[in-house]
């Protein structure tokens, strides 16, 4: 790798520092680029720029790798727990028996969330979507645990971390009994993460509720396979906005925001309700193939399909797909969607135009089915991705803070009016 890279503007040379990551990333410094030539740089979408530098995550978009903190995706959805995975990401190694009984313990004792958080939560209509209410209510928290926006007090950072891991899941769980017209679940602390997730979707106060143990291992992998992903868009956000040593409920809950857009992780709510469609419409998968090929037109995207950094298949698309498989046949549920995705992702990975586009399917594109089986709802499904991607986020917000990162702030090339005079409003 050459260590200089040159750049010639208005006829003059320039040289910048390069720089390589563990796995031979390149990247050209360009910190001194405005100082040194009055040029900044424009890439809209991020797709050049690295924001960071981070030890948490590896993807390679290329040759369809992930691994979080060294380890393989597909060796830890098989393996570990996501707790364990939680721990690896905040604290970078994976946990010997004693730390992780200590980590999963603090976990149980800081589930129960503040009744005055059950009055804010009344206030939502019943069909209020939970990622709205769920990004409220994680806001709301720094209210409740003010230490984590003031800079003299003591830093309680390590204590916000467990109750957000502790808490959300029991948050989440409030719209969905809601919804349902059900009084709402306390948390079980004998029971594990996923299994208390469970009851507290689930479980009735008239009848004995079972977490059925293929039910929490399906959630299990589905959370690690979500855990982390480096850059995306909202953990960009979580970054961003504690750049401004905003405090991390603030923090979390504008990625959870910005996971919540259907380009991001609201896909996997578009992706059931697109084969719900197909599947009423007939079936007929070459049509949307059709019509996703002519999406500047039809103005129809193939949710689940493409991604900004995966060239080649997703690695979580293909643990899922074969999990999705599985987990029905476990559970005896015959979803005629499946079919459907089959026959879409059949029909498209042969179709020139995803050929030539390297669109492949996504992490989304088959978790959704799982989530069905599971009798998770379909406006819930985000709201399990944001389980699943609070460590990541926690990781590198606190990576951030670790290393102590400028506050974020883009430059732009300004295109609006040059000065003008003010007309008065009789005048215009
Ligand atoms: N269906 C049809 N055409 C597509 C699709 C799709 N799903 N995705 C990209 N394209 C086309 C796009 O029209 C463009 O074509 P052309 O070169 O002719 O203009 C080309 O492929 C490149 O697309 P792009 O929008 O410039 O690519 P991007 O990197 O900006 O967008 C994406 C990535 C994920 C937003 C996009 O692929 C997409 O909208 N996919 C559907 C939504 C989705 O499934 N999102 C979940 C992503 S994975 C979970 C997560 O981490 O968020």
Not at 140 to 157: G, L, N, Q, R
Not at 329 to 341: F, S, W
């Amino acid at each position: 790798m050459s260590d200089k890279a040159q750049l010639i503007v208005e006829g003059k040379t320039y040289e910048f520092p390069t720089i390589e990551g563990t796995e031979k990333e390149k990247a050209i410094d360009i910190n001194t680029l405005r100082d040194t030539t009055g040029y900044i740089t424009i890439d809209s979408g991020y797709k050049n720029t690295g924001a960071t530098k981070s030890a948490i995550t590896f993807l390679d978009g290329e040759e369809g790798i992930l691994r979080y903190r060294g380890y393989s995706i597909e060796e830890l959805a098989e393996k570990a727990t996501f707790l364990e995975v939680a721990y690896l990401l905040i604290y970078g190694e994976l946990p010997t028996q004693a730390e992780y009984e200590a980590f999963e313990h603090k976990i149980r004792i800081h589930t129960m969330v503040n009744e005055d958080m059950r009055r804010i939560f009344d206030g939502f209509p019943v069909n209020a979507h939970p990622m709205g209410v769920l990004s409220s209510l994680v806001s709301a928290m720094s209210a409740f645990y003010p230490d984590s926006y003031d800079e003299k007090a003591p830093d309680s950072t390590e204590l916000h971390i467990i109750r957000l891991l502790a808490k959300l899941p029991t948050i989440a769980t409030w719209s969905f009994k809601k919804s349902q017209g059900h009084p709402v679940n306390y948390p079980k602390n004998e029971l594990d993460y996923c299994s208390n997730f469970l009851h507290m979707m689930f479980a009735l106060p008239v009848e004995d509720y079972k977490v059925d143990p293929v039910v929490s291992k399906a959630l299990n992998k589905l959370l690690i396979l979500h855990a982390d992903h480096e850059q995306n868009c909202s953990t960009s956000t979580v970054r961003l906005v504690g750049s401004s040593k905003a405090n991390i409920y603030s923090s979390i809950s504008a990625g959870i925001c910005a996971l919540w857009g259907p380009l991001h992780g609201g896909a996997n709510q578009e992706v059931i309700e697109m084969l719900e469609d197909i599947k009423a419409d007939g079936g007929d998968v070459a049509k949307y193939v059709d019509m996703a090929k002519n999406a500047k037109t039809s103005g129809f995207r193939l949710f689940g399909f493409g991604h900004r950094v995966y060239k080649n298949f997703d690695p979580r698309a293909k643990i899922i797909k074969k999990a999705a498989d599985d987990v029905l046949a476990k559970l005896g549920v015959n979803d005629p969607v499946l079919e459907i995705a089959k026959g879409l992702e059949e029909a498209a990975l042969h179709d020139p135009y995803f050929v030539s586009r390297r669109l492949y399917p996504n992490v989304d594109f088959y978790s959704g089915i799982i989530y069905r089986a599971l009798g998770i709802p379909t406006n819930m499904f985000t709201v399990m991705f944001a389980i699943g991607r609070l460590p990541g986020w926690i990781a590198q917000w606190k990576e951030m803070r670790t290393n102590k990162e400028p506050i974020g702030r883009p430059r732009q090339i300004y295109t609006g009016a040059t000065p003008r005079d003010f007309v008065p409003m009789n005048e215009r």
